[in-house]
Nanobody, 125 residues
Framework: QVQLVESGGGLVQAGWSLRLSCTTC????????MGWFRQSPGKGRDGVAG????????RYVNAVKGRFTISRINEKNTVYLQMNSLSTEDTAMYYC??????????????????WGQGSRVTVSS
């Protein structure tokens, strides 16, 4: 059974940093392209950052470019999202996802076939 488990979310003040982690069970991260998505109340699930299987391709939504960094350590079956200079607009549930067929980094949800349960990030002003 495949599981993706996110951790590292929490409540922080604007301007602070957080690092989200996503560890997989039953799935070799090294075989997958990985992504982070987020969903705010009443809104759809939007792609935040993606990385291909060997880290040579990354993609970010414009709103987080220069502030967020996606990375991976395949030997640990773990993907990270370093989030700096957080603002209240970053408040959301953050989801990790894995794609078995995407060759390059992608922010398209329909390219991902495994999803985690989410980690909540709340940024206060």
């Amino acid at each position: 059974q495949v599981q993706l488990v996110e951790s590292g979310g929490g409540l922080v003040q604007a301007g602070w940093s957080l690092r989200l982690s996503c560890t997989t069970c039953g799935l070799r991260v090294g075989d997958e392209s990985m992504g982070w998505f987020r969903q705010s109340p009443g809104k759809g699930r939007d792609g935040v950052a993606g990385i291909n299987w060997d880290g040579t391709s990354t993609r970010y939504v414009n709103a987080v470019k220069g502030r967020f960094t996606i990375s991976r350590i395949n030997e640990k079956n773990t993907v990270y999202l370093q989030m700096n200079s957080l603002s209240t607009e970053d408040t959301a549930m953050y989801y990790c996802a894995a794609s078995s067929h995407a060759v390059v980094a992608t922010l398209l949800p329909d390219q991902y076939n495994y999803w985690g349960q989410g980690s909540r990030v709340t940024v206060s002003s």
